[in-house]
């Protein structure tokens, strides 16, 4: 598990503390490298969650729309189809794929949670096989006028040309005064 401490300064969110510091989430970026861009930070989606989910629902189609309590608050829940955007060339090695999600929306109509679940087997020629199912749960939380990511759980398992994997990453991110 990495935990994060994070708080509003004068240039915007900063990481006062990180369990995760010199770990394999990190850039590879020195401090100030000014080849590094805001995409190459270990923290993106914790600080701009509100991008990576606006990216996802303008690939995503809308199946469910629904009222629901969550941890005691009504909440709106959206049950979404996910698409990930692949070329033809790509689409014609799918042989089986699930990709759907579920957003919650508090009262102010801002996320509040998400699960997403992405199940897909890939065949190339005939004897390379790949699937993957990837697990994912984020939780919300706005600070000013960001979204950010307090709880994220990363779920990977899967098999590769007869290899097997499996991977969890949870990741907290505590926002303080």
């Known amino acids: 598990m990495r935990t994060l401490k994070v708080a509003e300064g004068s240039g ?3 990481v006062l503390e990180d369990s995760g510091a010199g770990s394999a989430f990190r850039t590879g970026k020195a401090p100030g490298d000014p080849t590094a861009k805001k995409s190459d ?15 996802e629902l303008e690939k995503s189609t809308l199946v469910g729309d629904s009222p629901e309590v969550l941890e005691g608050r009504p909440v709106r829940r959206l049950r979404l189809k996910l698409n990930l955007d692949l070329d033809e060339d790509a689409r014609k090695h799918v042989k ?13 109509g801002l996320p509040v949670a998400m699960e997403r679940r992405i199940d897909l ?19 919300f939380v706005r600070v000013q006028d960001r979204l950010i990511t307090t709880e994220a759980t990363d779920a990977v ?21």
């Open 41 to 55: 930070s270990p923290w993106r989606r914790q600080f701009r969650a509100q991008e990576d989910l606006l990216d």
């Open 96 to 108: 089986r794929s699930t990709m759907d999600a579920t957003l919650w929306l508090g009262a102010d």
């Open 12 to 14: 915007g969110l900063k």
């Open 157 to 177: 398992e899967g098999e590769a040309m007869g290899h097997a994997f499996k991977v969890r990453v949870h990741t907290q991110a505590t926002p303080q005064p």
């Open 121 to 139: 087997e890939v065949r190339a020629m005939l004897f390379v096989k790949v699937w993957t199912k990837v697990d994912s749960r984020y939780r």
